[in-house]
Structures are given as C-alpha cells and as structure tokens.
C-alpha cells in the first residue's frame, strides 16, 4: 500500500492510496473546488462523511474517484 499526502495552503488535504483517493477538509466546498481542479472537472465522488470532535475542528472526509487518469 503506497500512501501520499499534499497539503495546501487552502484549508484541505489529500490522501492517496493504492485503493482510493480522499480529501479532507473543514469546508466541503474547499475540497470540491480541490477536486475539481485536480480531476479536469471529472469525476464522482463516492462518500462524504462529517466528523465531530470535542477538542479540534469538525473535519469533512470526501471520498472520490477522477474519471480520467490524471488524477
């Protein structure tokens, strides 16, 4: 199992595997717009799951899949 990671200034991260592609963020529009520009505008996305904590930030993890092969 191969794991990357990218962080951006923009509030959200990547995290890629062998088996699938996720982004988390704070704001889910931050990582659709992150999405978008890293799959061309194509792709689906398979999940999307808010997750609450008491001590840091709520965090959005999106899982998704770019059509094309660049992603």
């Known amino acids: 199992m191969i794991l990357s990671s990218c962080t951006s200034g923009y509030g959200y991260k990547f995290i890629s595997t062998s088996y699938t592609n996720l982004c988390l963020t704070e704001e889910k529009k931050?990582?659709?717009?992150?999405i978008n520009e890293r799959c061309k505008s194509d792709y689906t996305i398979d999940s999307m799951q808010k997750y609450e904590y008491y001590i840091d930030s709520d965090k959005i993890i999106i899982k998704f899949n770019c059509r094309n092969r660049n992603g």
Request: aromatic share 0%; hydrophobic share 40%.
């Open 30 to 34: 931050e990582c659709i717009k992150a």
